[in-house]
C-alpha cells in the first residue's frame, strides 16, 4: 500500500500552478507529475484544458493541500473535481505515474 493520494482537476494550466502552489505550501505533501485531458466540449469552456494536480503524504496532509489548493484554484478559473485515496494500492500506483504530459 502506498501513501495517500490527493487528485484535484482544475481548467488550465496556470491554475494548476497555483493550486500546486498553494497545496504545497498548506501541508507537508509531494506532487506527483501533473496530467492533462481536453474535455469532449472545448469550445464551450472558457479555459479548454483541465490539469490534474496530485499530491501525495499522510491523509491529513493530504486533505490540507486539497483544500488549500482548491481555494486557491477557485480564484483562478475553477476546479472541476477532487477526491482523496488514503492507501493505494499497487495497481493505483502505477497508474498514478501516467501522464498526458509525458512525450513517451
Known amino acids: 500500500m502506498g ?5 484535484i482537476e482544475v481548467y488550465g494550466l496556470s491554475a494548476a500552478f497555483v493550486a500546486c502552489d498553494a497545496g ?7 506532487v506527483e507529475n501533473f496530467d492533462k485531458n481536453k474535455p469532449g466540449n472545448p469550445e ?11 499530491f501525495r503524504g499522510d491523509v491529513s496532509a493530504v486533505e490540507a493541500a486539497i483544500e ?9 478559473s475553477g476546479v472541476v473535481t477532487k477526491h ?3 492507501n493505494t494500492e ?12 509525458d512525450k513517451n
Open 24 to 30: 504545497c505550501k498548506a501541508a507537508d505533501v509531494t
Open 84 to 86: 482523496i485515496i488514503p
Open 44 to 54: 464551450k469552456l472558457t479555459v479548454p484544458l483541465i490539469v490534474a494536480v496530485k
Open 68 to 76: 488549500a489548493a482548491e481555494i486557491a484554484a477557485n480564484g483562478v
Open 3 to 7: 501513501k495517500a493520494v490527493g487528485i
Open 90 to 101: 499497487e495497481s493505483t500506483e502505477k497508474m498514478l505515474k501516467l501522464s498526458a504530459f
